[in-house]
């Protein structure tokens, strides 16, 4: 009796796990989804908005492949596919993520880490994963980023390629080629968030007519497990030209001023103490030749964020920096841990050891009171989409206020423009850059609930004032 409970207890537990068969029992599946699967087509892709499910098709579309239970196409006894994200963290965060929730941990037969450990294989980077196919072979999901470079995507065979976003044109034509011999599947999802790319241009447009091209468009409302008042809490937060890509998946031309929503007459605001209950942190784009900028971010009581301070200079070295920002901090009365070290963000580069020195920036600010994670997620198109939600919202009040004392980010905003290809120019925008670290790191308001300051009363008065000016 008490094995026939464990075989039942064990049972349940496995029906638990098994969110691939929810999915294709429809719980967990629309019929835009649906059309995906059942293309025959050997490049399709989906432009969707964000939490349209387009991320869900691919990841099941890859286990499919990878399990030999594919509904709609003729199965291989072992796969060999990649997946293929923007950067090592977006494929741990997003696309790694997906794949092993619609894996049964006894289908896997083994992994392959780049980092992290195999026994916690979510928190860590996956190289490979060896799945147990359903006609007795083993399967192969191998990682790549497109960070790597088109070098580290040459040489091998495949079955597939999912792409999670857009890469970049060099990697997706090589990716081509990986396919070929095998007759494989190119797949992608992405929302179009950098204008009128490639993808545009050979896709959507399909100059060629390829015959194997297949392409859709989901948006909020194709997915019936995205709640109506959740919807109406998202549109809220985007400008027009933001909501096109991230609603509805479509391409929109990008020209002219990165930011045309800045304006400085609302964005800016005269400088008022800030309650030590906002304090976020702050946010560093490093330089030496180039300039370090620095900023101190607060966060309200509504989740409104501001820009309070600078500290933003060329062609000093790292004691300087450091200096300025503990000065900068102390006269904020910024907050700091037991051992009066301050926090920052910083771009990942900072971890970077040269020649030149035997430790990289991000431990020479450390040794210096400056503890700098470099954990941020710098993908430029993403990045500049979420600062745009933050400068315009529907019901006029913007997210992001700048003090009148932080001139040079006041400046790179009015002097942001794309360029002549599918990216903005690359100048005069260390303050952005380091602006668009702390926004993709999804700022949370510090507040603790227990009534309003008498300057937060006094900054609501000031945003009413805005709205009616």
């Not at 599946?29 to 025959?40: D, E, G, P, V």
């Not at 990942?348 to 035997?358: G, I, K, V």
């Not at 599918?422 to 926004?439: G, I, Q, T």
Request: one cysteine or more.
């Amino acid at each position: 009796m008490q094995k026939i409970m464990r075989i039942e207890v064990e049972q349940r537990k496995r029906a638990e796990q098994d969110k691939l068969a929810r999915y294709n029992k429809g719980k967990k599946r629309h019929r835009k989804q649906l059309a995906f699967h059942r293309s025959k087509k050997r490049n399709r892709w989906v432009f969707g908005g964000n939490r349209s499910g387009k991320t869900e098709c691919g990841a099941v579309e890859c286990v499919y492949l990878a399990r030999g239970t594919h509904p709609y196409r003729k199965n291989k006894r072992d796969t060999f596919g990649w997946v293929v994200s923007l950067t090592s963290q977006v494929q741990r965060d997003v696309a790694q993520r997906k794949i092993l929730e619609y894996l049964r941990p006894d289908w896997i037969a083994d992994i392959v880490m780049s980092s992290g450990r195999k026994d916690a294989p979510a928190s860590g980077i996956i190289d490979q994963i060896y799945v147990k196919n359903v006609f007795g072979g083993i399967s192969v999901i191998g990682f790549k980023s497109c960070d790597q470079g088109r070098e580290r995507f040459q040489g091998s065979s495949l079955d597939y390629v999912w792409f999670d976003e857009e890469p970049p044109e060099d990697i997706y034509d090589e990716c081509r080629m990986r396919v070929l011999d095998r007759e494989g599947d190119i797949f992608g999802t992405m929302t179009p968030l950098k204008g009128l790319t490639f993808v545009y241009e050979r896709i959507y447009l399909n100059p060629k007519n390829d015959p194997e091209v297949w392409y859709e468009f989901m948006e909020w409302a194709d997915n019936p497990f995205l709640s109506k008042k959740e919807i109406a809490l998202l549109e809220g937060t985007m400008s027009e030209t933001t909501l096109q890509s991230r609603r509805y998946g479509r391409f929109c031309a990008r020209e002219g001023l990165v930011y045309p929503e800045f304006d400085e007459d609302v964005h800016v605001i005269p400088p008022f103490e800030i309650p030590a209950s906002w304090q976020d942190t702050i946010s560093i784009d490093p330089g030496l030749k180039n300039p370090l900028s620095a900023h101190w971010y607060a966060v309200d009581f509504d989740g409104n964020v501001y820009a309070v301070a600078e500290h933003y200079l060329a062609g000093a070295d790292v004691d300087t920096h450091a200096a300025a920002i503990r000065e900068i901090s102390q006269k904020l009365g910024w907050k700091h841990d037991a051992k009066g070290r301050v926090h920052a963000l910083i771009d990942p580069a900072a971890d970077a050891r040269t020649l030149a020195s035997a430790k990289s920036v991000t431990e020479l600010f450390a040794e210096r009171g400056i503890l700098a994670s470099t954990r941020v997620e710098k993908d430029v198109f993403a990045g500049i989409a979420q600062v745009k939600s933050y400068l315009s919202r529907k019901n006029n009040f913007p997210d992001l206020y700048i003090f009148s004392s932080c001139p040079n980010l006041i400046r790179e905003f009015k002097g942001y423009f794309w360029g002549s290809g599918e990216s903005p120019v690359k100048r005069d925008d260390h303050a952005l850059d380091e602006l668009r670290y702390y926004l993709m790191t999804k700022p949370k308001n510090m507040h603790t609930g227990e009534g309003k300051t008498a300057i937060e009363r006094d900054k609501e008065r000031r945003i009413r004032r805005l709205k009616h000016r």
